[in-house]
C-alpha cells in the first residue's frame, strides 16, 4: 500500500496525507506552514496568492485530488 504525499505550496517538501479527510489542516514537516486538504475543483489560486504571502501557486497540483493548498487564516475576533 502507497502513502499519499502532496508537495508543500510553500516550501515544495513532500506532506504525507495518511487517512485525510477534505478540510483537514495539516502541518508542513519542513516548513510548518499550516495547509489544508482541498477539492482541486474548488480552488482559487488568484485568492489563495491574494492571501498567502510567500504561496507559490505553480507548485499546486490541481490534477490531483486531493491537493495542498495554505490553510485559512484565523481573523483575530478582538473579544466579539
Keep these: 500500500m502507497s502513502i499519499c504525499t502532496r508537495r508543500c505550496p510553500f516550501c515544495h ?3 504525507e496525507l495518511g487517512n485525510y479527510i477534505l ?3 495539516l502541518e508542513c514537516p519542513d ?3 499550516e495547509l489544508e486538504v482541498r477539492d ?3 480552488v ?4 489563495l496568492t491574494r492571501e498567502h504571502e510567500g504561496f507559490n501557486p505553480s507548485w ?5 485530488n486531493p491537493t495542498l493548498v ?3 487564516s ?4 478582538w473579544g466579539e
Design 13 to 15: 517538501a513532500d506532506v
Design 23 to 25: 478540510g483537514d489542516i
Design 31 to 33: 516548513c510548518g506552514s
Design 40 to 42: 482541486p475543483n474548488k
Design 44 to 47: 482559487d489560486l488568484k485568492e
Design 60 to 64: 499546486v497540483d490541481l490534477s490531483c
Design 70 to 72: 495554505p490553510a485559512p
Design 74 to 77: 484565523e481573523k483575530e475576533d
